[in-house]
């Protein structure tokens, strides 16, 4: 409200000041009949009317929080970003890549067919995964390299985003999935969990691997949360706003990795087509008031719903595919926190002249306006 108010003075101010010249001016002229002093009041007026701290000191503000933003590797669209950073009252959270390093490490691979050797199943599921970009793939991917072994060329690859990846290597029909993938084969696997529940509770993610419509072998992969990522959490938490941890792995691993960023509330189970939902079902609260969402992710194109949906989308380490608002170009999580601690800063300063321009013309106005003259020279 104090900004609108502010915008329309910034706007107004010379065309009201303008007009109130000419009304004080008239009214000396004719009933003190002092055309000196009257033009003297209508003067003084005009240049007390100026908005000076509207057009120079709250611009200088807006700059310097800017210039404070990139000295951290922080861009902004532009200062108007500042006041939509402001309105947030929730900051969403991609898991992967943001809140996490997004270089998943393979911790167990469970073979459940005693004839198949472990390298062997590492092979094939490497072999399939080399043609996948999604980082549980690579990290697949990579293991196999290790086996000093060529990766075999995937025919027939099918990926489906968030859920898994399907294809021929060596004339074996290989699919690897997570639990929503499985149950869409309908595939039964409880009565091979091999500690499927444990993985979860750690907060891993647990992918299953078939061969030829058989389950062969369960992988379960633990990302590593950033260094200062809980810190960054309380941080932002301290200016205020709420925290989502929004994340496609099941709700177990989910509550794991929420729990140990100090994270209350999670979305879990949520592919990238979900997003947009997500975001539009918390900008509003229990009562349908809106309220402003901020975006936190990593720039891949599966953002790109939830992107145009947030009222603030943040890209995290500078891999920017498409328009921002801000663009973090380092890898630093604190950065994050920096950001909302800086704003709050900025729009205070913004608000304090704001509010010493009103000041300066309940005081300065109707003392040019009323006040004789003899007092003045006569102070």
């Not at 009933?31 to 003297?40: G, K, M, P, Y």
């Not at 086996?147 to 004339?171: Q, Y």
């Not at 013309?361 to 020279?377: E, K, R």
Request: hydrophobic share 50%; net charge neutral.
């Amino acid at each position: 409200m104090l900004e609108i108010l502010a915008e329309k003075a910034r706007v107004y101010a010379m065309p009201v000041g303008v007009i109130l010249a000419a009304l004080v001016f008239f009214w000396w002229y004719v009933f003190a009949d002092s055309i000196v002093n009257a033009l003297f009041r209508a003067v003084i007026i005009l240049i007390f009317a100026y908005p000076y701290l509207l057009r120079y000191a709250v611009p200088s503000a807006l700059h310097a929080g800017l210039a404070r933003a990139a000295r951290t590797g922080i861009q902004l669209r532009n200062a108007s970003v500042f006041k939509k950073l402001e309105q947030v009252k929730i900051v969403v959270f991609n898991k992967t890549g943001v809140l996490t390093t997004g270089n998943p490490d393979i911790t167990d691979f469970v073979v459940f067919d005693d004839a198949l050797p472990l390298a062997d199943a590492l092979y094939l599921a490497a072999s399939l995964e080399s043609a996948c970009t999604h980082p549980i793939g690579r990290a697949i991917a990579e293991k196999g390299l290790a086996l000093k072994r060529s990766l075999a060329t995937p025919f027939e690859f099918k990926e489906i985003s968030g859920m898994g990846v399907s294809g021929v290597v060596e004339g074996k029909h290989i699919e690897i999935g997570n639990l929503s993938y499985l149950e869409g084969l309908a595939a039964n696997v409880q009565g091979k969990d091999m500690g499927f529940g444990r993985f979860q509770t750690e907060g891993k993610t647990v992918v299953f691997m078939f061969i030829d419509k058989k389950l062969t072998a369960l992988i379960a992969l633990a990302d590593s949360p950033r260094p200062f990522a809980k810190e960054m959490v309380a941080a932002i938490r301290d200016v205020g706003k709420e925290i989502v941890l929004l994340t496609g792995d099941n709700k177990k691993t989910a509550e794991a990795a929420a729990h140990a960023l100090g994270i209350t509330e999670m979305r879990a189970e949520v592919f990238p087509r979900d997003r947009a939902r997500i975001i539009e079902e918390l900008q509003k609260d229990v009562t349908g008031k809106a309220r402003a969402v901020a975006l936190v992710g990593d720039g891949s194109a599966g953002d790109a719903g939830a992107r145009a949906q947030a009222d603030v989308n943040i890209c995290f380490c500078g891999n920017s595919r498409g328009s921002y608002d801000v663009v973090c170009a380092n890898d630093d999580i604190r950065n994050i926190a920096t950001l909302f601690v800086n704003t709050k800063k900025t729009m205070l300063t913004v608000k304090m002249y704001i509010l010493l321009q009103f000041a300066w013309y309940a005081i300065a106005l109707p003392i040019a306006s009323a006040i004789p003259l003899d007092f003045i020279f006569n102070w």
